[in-house]
């Protein structure tokens, strides 16, 4: 807990002590926010009904010397005096208690968001006659005319839609993922944040289909008939085989890593490399210039596995990729934005535990607040 907030505590508790005894209104800030979220209770303070439980439950506990140690940690070099009499310091127990409290209590929040497991988002479809369903499972598939969710083999959702050569909009949020099995039985597995564009039925002259985000796909072979993916700028084709593709309009990298078969990438029709097993396609917007390196596909294709692996990778990237699994906005100190790490994580465990597997490194240090924002700072 931050002990900035311990130390508003004892203020927004000595002034409210002084409007009861004085009868006249604070003009802080913090203790008009507090009055004001706290309404129930300072009209209890007010009508001093609660006074005696107080008094009772403050002689029953040790607080001279947690609250002399919270002081301390404020300030040092100064000492702590603590009436234990009269109306006021029993009143800046109770409030001050009371304050802690509270924010404790939005720490139990922060906990218990972080403590949720993570892939339960829905994503939604937006199919080419402009209807919006939330689809309730992770699988869809295109089946003649309609569009099809499923769960454990049993349909979920039934869409119907008329239009072949129009394109639905697959949305896959962050904290979610989607499997989605086209009409030609290629099978696309999409990863948080993402939007895929795709027909209900693909012409004879080529399958396409247009990609936001990441996705593994392993495309059924057709060699009369290529299978684009349209990344913006750049295009992959294909005949049949397996790969990832990642191509978040956010970054500025985009990466193809080959799993099997071979494929082709293209830039404004211009070819730029052809690729082989285990090797990585990496292209840098800003400089417009790319790179093929071999790579561990491991790294790579790790989500679809459920893992994270990490190999020599920084703090900064890391936290990029877990913020957007467990949706939550995570903010790296400068400092240590280029520690690097190696290591595997499950991505199917609550975020406390992957903060915690990160915190054994004795490096690090996180703070979970309750609006889904964590700070990650080097550990003192």
């Known amino acids: 807990m931050d002990i900035n907030k311990y130390k508003e505590s004892i203020q927004i508790a000595e002034e409210i002590s002084k409007e009861i005894c004085t009868g006249k209104d604070s003009t802080s800030r913090l203790v008009k926010e507090w009055k004001k979220n706290s309404a129930g209770l300072y009209k209890e ?5 609660r006074l005696a439980e107080e008094m009772k ?44 409290w509270l924010w404790q209590k939005e720490e139990r929040e922060a906990v218990r968001w972080a403590s949720t497991v993570p892939g339960k988002e829905p994503s939604s479809i937006i199919t080419c006659d402009n209807r919006t369903v939330t689809l309730k499972e992770s699988r869809l598939s295109v089946v003649d005319n309609q569009l099809i969710s499923t769960s454990d083999g ?45 027909p ?15 996705a593994y796909l392993k495309v059924k072979a057709d060699k009369d008939n290529p299978f684009i993916v349209h990344l913006g700028t750049l295009d992959v084709q ?15 990298e985009i990466s193809i890593a080959l ?15 052809e690729l ?44 990029h990729k877990i913020s957007r699994w467990y949706n939550v906005n995570i903010s790296v100190d400068e400092k240590i934005k280029n520690v690097r790490y190696t290591g595997i994580l499950s991505r199917k465990q609550p975020l406390v535990k992957i903060l915690d597997a990160l915190r054994m490194t004795d490096e690090l240090e996180f703070d979970i607040q309750a609006d889904k924002k964590i700070d990650v700072e080097r550990k003192n």
Do not use: C
């Not at 008329?162 to 597995?189: C, F, H, M, S, Y």
């Not at 799993?259 to 490399?273: F, N, P, R, T």
């Not at 097993?277 to 790579?300: A, M, N």
């Open 238 to 252: 294909v005949t049949g085989t397996a790969f990832n593709v990642k191509a978040y309009e956010e970054e500025n």
């Open 276 to 319: 082989l097993p285990g090797q990585l396609f990496t292209f840098r917007k800003d400089e417009q210039e790319y790179t093929v390196t071999d790579t561990d596909l491991s790294t790579v294709t790790d989500w679809t596995e459920d893992q994270f692996i990490f190999y020599n990778e920084t703090i900064e990237n890391i936290m």
């Open 200 to 214: 209900t039925h693909f012409t004879k002259q080529a399958r396409q289909i247009q990609l936001a985000g990441e």
């Open 57 to 100: 439950f403050r002689d029953s506990i040790e607080l001279e010397g947690p609250l002399r140690n919270i002081h301390q940690r404020i300030s040092p070099s100064r000492k702590l005096f603590i009436r234990t009499s009269g109306i006021a310091a029993s009143l800046i127990l109770a409030v001050a208690l009371t304050s802690l």
């Open 154 to 198: 049993k349909k979920d959702i039934t869409i119907t839609v008329e239009q072949d050569l129009q394109l639905n909009r697959l949305v896959v949020p962050t904290g979610a993922e989607q499997v989605l099995t086209l009409e030609d039985g290629t099978i696309v597995q999409i990863n948080a944040a993402s939007e895929l564009l795709f």
């Open 45 to 49: 303070l007010q009508q001093q009904q």
């Open 259 to 273: 799993v099997e078969g071979i494929i082709s990438v293209y830039k404004e029709k211009q070819l730029l490399a």
